[in-house]
């Protein structure tokens, strides 16, 4: 997949993985579609930025004797995520003349 492309995905589908239950960094690349090719590199300034929006809080657990750092969504989290989702139409618009152009 283009680089462009999926950045435009990433946010989404990290909203997407801690929507299904909390989570915390390792475990939501693993989650992560292969497809995305998500590393911590890119995962972590994706968990600041969307908990600085406000559509993710942070709490810390005790894991093996260390604390591991979890995230949940927020309320503006999961609006966010609706968001995203209602505009399926018109995503799915622009993949089909996207494909359109491919076939001629």
Known sequence: MDAQ????????????????????????????PASLELSESTLYPILKRLAKQHFLSEY???HNGRLRKYYSITDTG???????????????????????????
């Not at 989404?12 to 992560?32: E, N, P």
Request: hydrophobic share 40%; net charge neutral; proline share 0%.
């Open 5 to 32: 492309l999926k950045r435009g995905f990433l946010d989404i589908c990290v909203l997407a993985a801690i929507a299904r239950k909390d989570s915390y960094g390792y475990q939501i690349i693993r989650d992560a």
């Open 60 to 62: 810390t657990r005790e």
């Open 78 to 104: 999961r609006l966010e995520l609706s968001r995203f989702t209602a505009d399926e139409a018109s995503i799915t618009d622009i993949l089909s003349y996207i494909k359109e152009g491919a076939s001629s």
